[in-house]
């Protein structure tokens, strides 16, 4: 089995995905689809954030907190 990777836009990257997956289903073909995990919570944080929310706190916060250990 090859593995290949890919970056692009995630609606570009989607239509790939989709294509592939049909692909494979008529050609009677396995497709292992992995996605980056941490790439979907980066995003769902990102909307949230643009949303209001998602709870920030100054880099000086979190300075001082770590200080105390």
Same mark, same amino acid.
């Given at each position: 089995? #090859?593995?290949? #990777?890919? +970056?692009?836009?995630? /609606? !570009?990257?989607? &239509? =790939?995905?989709?294509?592939?997956?049909?692909?494979?289903?008529? &050609?009677?073909? @396995?497709?292992?689809?992995?996605? %980056? *995990?941490?790439?979907? *919570?980066?995003? %769902? %944080? =990102?909307?949230?954030? @643009?949303?209001?929310?998602? @709870? #920030? *706190? /100054?880099? +000086?916060? !979190?300075? @001082?907190?770590?200080?105390?250990?």
């Amino acid at each position: 089995m #090859t593995r290949l #990777t890919l +970056s692009a836009n995630s /609606a !570009f990257l989607e &239509q =790939i995905l989709e294509f592939a997956k049909n692909l494979a289903k008529e &050609q009677n073909e @396995k497709l292992e689809v992995q996605q %980056d *995990r941490f790439a979907k *919570r980066y995003e %769902d %944080d =990102i909307e949230a954030y @643009k949303k209001g929310e998602l @709870k #920030t *706190r /100054a880099f +000086s916060e !979190f300075q @001082k907190e770590m200080e105390k250990w």
